[in-house]
């Protein structure tokens, strides 16, 4: 499985932007797939997973209400919906595929390469 992010960008504090995982590989619909977040000087964090059909979610406590994850699998893409977005969620962004979902990065075999969000104060 191949992931590609995209969607990141500059935006203001209390924006939205919608962040895109796309994957290419038959199997993409078998596997579970969170999003993680890495800031300059700090580990990465888990953001949001879903589970291979899209019924299960779950989310960091910093994000829940405020961000929103979910999947196609007729277009093997993962959205990760971000709404009233704060300075602090500024990081490259990553998304993961593995068989189990997870808040442990070490739980997902495939990753994509990141695309940074900045949030403006």
């Known amino acids: 499985v191949q992931l590609q992010a995209s969607g990141g960008g500059l935006v203001q504090a209390g924006g939205s932007l919608r962040l895109t995982c796309a994957a290419s590989?038959?199997?993409?619909?078998?596997?579970?797939v969170g999003w993680f977040r890495q800031a300059p000087g700090k580990e990465r964090e888990f953001v949001a997973a879903?589970?291979?059909?899209?019924?299960?979610?779950f989310y960091a406590d910093s994000v829940k209400g405020r961000f929103t994850i979910s999947r196609d699998n007729g277009v093997n893409t993962v959205y990760l919906q971000m709404n009233s977005l704060k300075p602090e969620d500024t990081a490259v962004y990553y998304c993961?595929?593995?068989?189990?979902?997870?808040?442990?990065?070490?739980?997902?075999?495939?990753w994509g390469q990141g695309t940074q969000v900045t949030v403006s104060s």
């Open positions: 993961a595929a593995g068989r189990a979902i997870s808040g442990v990065p070490g739980s997902y075999a495939y």
């Open positions: 590989g038959r199997t993409f619909s078998s596997y579970r």
């Open positions: 879903i589970s291979w059909g899209g019924g299960t979610t």
